[in-house]
């Protein structure tokens, strides 16, 4: 990533600090927990027991790898595989290395918001696997979509695992799939993760460990403002809090102020009063099941084709095209 890109991103975040904690109820952003302290925060989380989503997806991978590359291309014609918000990859591997022994021919563009973590990815994959070509991009779904449809003429498969989607409420995430949408092309197929809705227990130990990880990585976003906008948020005087609804499926994180304070964002010349309790909305992470994706779909113009589950069925990944 270049200077000029970076720029843009970090005045994202002080454009998006500003209006959140301005704001009445507050919010922050949660993809700005990832910097590289968060970026290793998350890779502690995906191994806590009470975090079933990286294991359930990583089983749906091991348990189906042939089956779902096979209808990525069932031609061989090639293709290139697009993946936003990849992350550290590991689950992806599991299916770059089947696409490799299989003599698929296929690119891979793995795309992050954390400059860290695809510059990681990118490495490790150069290492891993050299024969695989990697064209690692850093920036903010919405814009990467907007370039997607320039960046090739052959057929695309765009990934967004982890149930990336959940952190958009129902309206945003039909506004993102449409945007998806009109990024692809008639043969073009999209591959994305969905978690299913299950016990409300089991959803909110997810996302509220008893070690305090997710706590820790929900606070790092304060720890970011501090460091990169000369703030002096007490970290101490917030505590990590997590609410499911299992009508809506809806879990909701919040950084809740302990005590009344100021807090002085220095870079924004900007003081924030607190109430004692008051909160800051950080995550939202939405669960599903079939007829919620097919709506999604319905509205966005696309169509399910093919699902698939791990045995306990808490988490799916759909295959989906374009509605002609």
Same mark, same amino acid.
Request: charged share 30%.
């Given at each position: 990533?270049?200077?000029?890109?970076?720029k843009?991103?970090v +005045?994202s975040?002080?454009?998006?600090v500003?209006?959140?904690?301005?704001?009445?109820?507050?919010?922050?952003?949660s993809?700005?927990?990832?910097?590289?302290?968060?970026?290793e925060l998350?890779q502690?989380?995906? !191994?806590?027991?009470?975090?079933y989503?990286?294991r359930t997806?990583y089983?749906?991978?091991? #348990?189906?790898?042939?089956? @779902?590359?096979h =209808?990525?291309?069932?031609?061989?014609?090639?293709?290139?595989l697009?993946e936003l918000? !990849?992350?550290?990859?590991? &689950?992806?591997?599991?299916?770059?290395?089947?696409?490799?022994q299989?003599?698929?021919d296929?690119?891979?563009t793995?795309?992050?918001? +954390?400059?860290n973590?695809?510059?990681? $990815?990118?490495?490790?994959?150069?290492?891993?696997?050299?024969?695989?070509?990697?064209?690692?991009?850093?920036?903010?779904?919405?814009e990467?979509?907007?370039?997607?449809k320039q960046? +090739?003429?052959?057929? /695309?498969?765009?990934?967004?695992?982890?149930?990336? *989607?959940?952190?958009?409420? =129902?309206?945003?995430?039909i506004?993102?799939? &449409?945007?998806?949408?009109? %990024?692809?092309?008639?043969?073009?197929?999209?591959?994305?993760?969905?978690?299913?809705?299950?016990?409300p227990?089991?959803?909110?130990?997810?996302?509220n460990?008893?070690?305090?990880v997710? !706590?820790?990585?929900?606070?790092?976003?304060? !720890?970011?403002?501090?460091k990169? $906008?000369d703030?002096?948020?007490?970290?101490?005087?917030f505590?990590?809090w997590? #609410?499911?609804?299992?009508?809506?499926?809806? %879990?909701?994180?919040?950084? *809740?102020?302990k005590?009344r304070?100021?807090?002085? *964002?220095?870079?924004?010349s900007?003081?924030?009063?607190?109430e004692?309790?008051?909160s800051?909305?950080t995550?939202?992470?939405?669960?599903y099941?079939?007829?919620?994706?097919k709506? $999604?779909? &319905?509205?966005?113009?696309?169509? *399910?084709? /093919?699902?698939?589950?791990? /045995?306990? &069925?808490?988490?799916?990944?759909?295959?989906?095209?374009? @509605?002609?």
């Open positions: 990533m270049n200077y000029k890109d970076q843009v991103l +005045s975040f002080e454009k998006e500003n209006e959140g904690l301005t704001a009445f109820p507050k919010y922050l952003s993809k700005f927990f990832y910097d590289e302290v968060g970026d998350f502690q989380i995906m !191994a806590l027991p009470e975090y989503l990286t997806e089983e749906i991978f091991e #348990t189906h790898k042939a089956n @779902i590359i =209808h990525f291309d069932t031609k061989k014609e090639g293709f290139d697009i918000g !990849a992350g550290d990859g590991k &689950k992806t591997k599991l299916l770059l290395k089947e696409l490799l299989k003599g698929y296929f690119t891979y793995p795309i992050d918001i +954390s400059e973590a695809i510059g990681g $990815l990118v490495k490790n994959l150069n290492l891993e696997m050299p024969n695989v070509t990697v064209q690692g991009q850093v920036g903010e779904y919405f990467v979509l907007d370039r997607l960046m +090739s003429d052959r057929k /695309k498969v765009i990934m967004v695992l982890g149930s990336n *989607i959940g952190n958009l409420l =129902h309206p945003r995430a506004q993102f799939l &449409k945007k998806l949408c009109n %990024a692809m092309h008639e043969d073009d197929l999209l591959f994305m993760g969905f978690d299913q809705k299950k016990h227990q089991k959803v909110l130990d997810a996302y460990d008893k070690s305090g997710t !706590a820790a990585f929900n606070k790092n976003i304060l !720890a970011r403002i501090n990169e $906008l703030a002096n948020f007490n970290l101490d005087k505590m990590h997590e #609410t499911y609804d299992p009508e809506s499926g809806t %879990a909701k994180s919040y950084l *809740i102020s005590e304070q100021t807090v002085d *964002i220095n870079v924004l900007l003081q924030v009063h607190f004692a309790w008051e800051i909305h995550e939202i992470s939405q669960k099941d079939d007829d919620i994706v709506w $999604l779909a &319905k509205e966005s113009c696309l169509n *399910i084709v /093919k699902s698939f589950s791990d /045995k306990n &069925k808490d988490y799916k990944d759909y295959l989906i095209s374009k @509605i002609g």
